[in-house]
């Protein structure tokens, strides 16, 4: 697939400083009408960080999740919080709150 916009965009801006830095990635989408590529987006942020020599936190379970495939997952985990504002609004405060408290636990703060 081609590169999203953003992600050319935002490879041209990324330079060597950020190796060590350390970053999150979360993402929110629609898991039910894009089930095969929910969240994307988020795991093209992360292959970039990543390729930079970005120390990444917060991986989360994919466990309530409903969706086929996405670019976000890594061994069975998303590469950070991903919330369903049409399909799990309901859900998404209590990941936040919880997503916040690990990223303590892991230093990232």
């Known amino acids: ?5 953003f992600q050319s965009a935002l490879s041209l801006h990324l330079c060597a400083r950020l190796g060590g830095k350390k970053v999150a990635v979360f993402g929110v989408g629609d898991q039910q009408s894009y089930s095969d590529y929910y969240c ?7 292959d970039l960080f990543e390729a930079k ?17 996405s670019k976000a997952e890594r061994d069975g985990k998303f590469i950070g919080l991903l919330c369903d504002e049409d399909n799990q609004y309901d859900l998404s405060e209590d990941r936040a709150k919880a997503w916040i408290a690990q990223l303590k636990d892991e230093g990232f703060f």
């Not at 994307?40 to 992360?46: H, K, N, P, T």
């Open 1 to 5: 697939t081609s590169p999203t916009s």
């Open 40 to 46: 994307d987006a988020a795991g093209e942020l992360y």
């Open 53 to 69: 020599g970005c120390k990444m936190f917060g991986f989360t379970s994919t466990d309530g999740y409903e969706h086929e495939s």
